[in-house]
């Protein structure tokens, strides 16, 4: 199978006739992932964060659902397909520090993977964020990909002080100034995806994955003032696990625009019927057992004279009557009013599209990994620099904690795929799954 943008899998005949659907679906796999935690967890509502080398990705899970779009852009033209919302920007462990008119800038320019950040040692002389987690202590020079590589402070040191001496500043104070700036990046960039479309990122917890995202997750959730932070198991490859909990899925849509008090409920049940028998014979195409077949009905609706509609679930367990429309515009106001702060009842509204979609169950989900348990914890201690102070931080291996071991910051949990940073007045535990949470010291 294929992931698609949308949230499911095709297989790969499907994929070769509409390899559009591919779209951004490796950051996809990321959010699925998301919303087997969200269940697992019992946390309906997830911010989603996928931090790797060159882009940060953000997503949300609202209500244990994903946040789909129905349209996005490709190289500024508009793409009209179901694709799960995420917002990106370039900012990412390989992003590199320049100065623009004597101002310290950080992205979106990239290290890339050749030559990479200047720890790598392969030529980059430019330094990057990498280098100044680095430096700062974060990073273990010896235990990178769990142990498989190297990073060589001393590059990593000439090359921010290059920058720092244009500054006139000490070389610690500009790596913290550079992840300062990058954490503001990415910050904005949640906002853009919540209190910008009116969502209270208090009301969420931050789920931080990907090679880098562990390592800001604290200092992004002190941004938005979030007060939990959860950090899967192996985060460096969770997109890919996110993949493994998806289903077959496929979208049908059909442009009905109509006023909806000039349309019968036999209209709008007649054209949802038809897309979901088209449906049901794409997933048998796709060898879907009709045992294992599911159908979601939903229409675009508007208020007469807008220009952006609100995505209704449309109950399809029985034939649509006028009890059911009416049931239908007043959860339309409903959403309305959660969405944009305001709703007008009583207004007139227009059907814009009826859609359905039609997924395929497949058997089989991996779970999630456990950590070994084990009642011998023997961490480790070196200097790691927070808010410009040098602490005496407490190192543990992440693959030695048992479950439901708690423990206080400064600290730093280093794993295989990625290395989280807690920093003091922060605390962290494993909950029963194998899970990081961490949260303030005064919660």
């Known amino acids: ?75 500024g033209l508009p793409v009209l397909m179901s694709i799960v ?38 030529g980059g002389t430019q330094p990057t964020v990498t280098d100044a987690n680095l430096l700062l202590g974060r990073l273990n020079p010896s235990y990178f990909l769990g142990g498989a590589m190297t990073l060589d402070l001393s590059a990593a040191q000439r090359a921010i002080g290059t920058v720092a001496d244009q500054l006139g ?50 200092a992004l959730a002190e941004e938005l003032d979030i007060s939990e932070v959860i950090v899967p198991w192996a985060p460096g490859t969770f997109s890919a696990w996110g993949m493994l909990q998806s289903d077959i899925r496929h979208d049908l849509t059909r442009t009905f625009y109509a006023p909806l008090a000039d349309t019968t409920p036999g209209a709008i049940e ?36 807008q220009e952006y509609f609100v995505n209704m679930v449309v109950p399809h367990d029985e034939p649509i009557s006028d009890r059911s429309v009416a049931s239908l515009i007043e959860r339309f106001h409903d959403a309305y009013q959660i969405r944009y702060g305001h709703s007008t ?29 084990s009642d011998d914890v023997e961490p480790q201690r070196r200097q790691v620099v927070f808010d410009g102070v040098a602490h005496d931080a407490t190192i543990f291996q992440r693959d030695t904690l048992p479950l439901r071991f708690a423990f206080r910051g400064p600290a730093i949990v280093e794993e295989e795929t990625a290395t989280t940073a807690i920093p003091p007045g922060w605390q962290g535990r494993v909950d029963e799954l194998g899970n990081l949470i961490l949260t303030p010291l005064s919660e």
């Open 169 to 218: 500043l000490d070389d610690e104070a500009l790596a913290e100034g550079m992840l300062a700036i990058v954490n503001a990046k990415m910050a904005d960039a949640m906002r853009t995806i919540t209190i910008r479309r009116g969502i209270d990122p208090r009301d969420y917890s931050l789920v931080a994955f990907g090679g880098a995202g562990p390592m800001h997750a604290v």
């Open 85 to 122: 919302d995420i917002h990106t920007i370039g900012a990412g462990g390989g992003s590199l520090a320049w100065l623009e008119a004597g101002a310290l800038r950080v992205g979106p320019r990239s290290a890339g993977a050749a030559p990479g950040p200047a720890c790598y040692g392969q």
């Open 345 to 373: 009842p009583g207004a007139p509204l227009e059907l814009v599209n009826l859609r359905v979609v039609a997924i395929g169950s497949l058997p089989g989900r991996i779970e999630g990994f456990h950590p070994a348990a």
């Open 270 to 305: 007649a054209i949802l019927a038809d897309l979901e028998e088209q449906g049901r014979q794409v997933l048998r195409a796709e060898e879907v057992p009709d045992e294992r077949m599911l159908f979601v009905c939903t229409a675009d609706m508007r208020y007469v004279g």
């Open 1 to 75: 199978h294929v992931m698609q943008s949308n949230g499911g899998v095709m297989t790969s005949t499907a994929a070769h006739r509409i390899p559009i659907q591919t779209l951004l679906s490796g950051p996809v796999g990321g959010t699925i992932g998301g919303r087997a935690l969200s269940e697992a967890l019992d946390r309906p509502n997830l911010l989603c964060v996928d931090m790797g080398g060159t882009s940060f990705d953000v997503s949300l899970i609202v209500d244990g659902n994903l946040s789909v779009s129905t349209e996005t852009a490709l190289e």
